[in-house]
């Protein structure tokens, strides 16, 4: 009984202890400041910011309201082994084609021979996204700031440059709103 009692204490500090070390090597991404203060302005960032983990070559999407009448900017800070992340806002703007599914043609009156016709019409709907704000294309501003005229849905995409290391880092994405 003794000797019982000995394993399952020797089993629950090895699981104390692993756990322990798996919680001092994770990243915590949100408690790292990456941004320059003077790019972050007076903007309140606690709402839809994110903070996640990427490796060179990874690809990040987010999708963000942003409210009718409101200020925004919208800024991604990494770790500086990454390099230069490139930012791009996209605005997936939905486009609807009407066409003709088919022509229905009816005979009203046999003596008269008048004739009726009724169209069915086909509504396909796609979504065409138009990039409004291109880091790449932008030497000086490391943001994007907008003041919305109506809510709409936008896209936050992130991309890590390629690079030889398989490293894994912490990306901040901070939207602020004033």
């Known amino acids: 009984m003794k000797h019982r009692n000995t394993n399952i204490i020797l089993i629950l500090l090895i699981l104390f202890f692993v756990s322990q070390t798996n919680s001092l090597y994770s990243q915590k991404c949100s408690k790292k400041k990456y941004c320059n203060k003077v790019d972050l302005g007076d903007y309140d960032y606690r709402g839809q910011s994110s903070f996640t983990q990427m490796t060179k070559g990874d690809t990040l999407n987010i999708r963000i309201v942003v409210y009718a009448k409101k200020s925004y900017r919208i800024l991604a800070c990494g770790d500086s082994k990454f390099g230069e992340l490139n930012l791009r806002i ?69 991309t890590v440059p390629n690079g030889k290391k398989n490293y894994i880092g912490c990306v901040n994405v901070l939207v602020g709103h004033k």
């Open 90 to 158: 996209i605005y997936p703007a939905k486009k609807i084609n009407k066409k003709i599914k088919e022509i229905i043609t009816k005979n009203i009156d046999n003596t008269t021979q008048q004739v009726q016709t009724d169209t069915i019409w086909d509504y396909q709907s796609y979504e065409i996204n138009e990039v409004i704000f291109n880091k790449k294309n932008s030497e000086e501003k490391k943001y994007w700031e907008t003041t919305s005229e109506k809510t709409r849905l936008l896209i936050i995409e992130v």
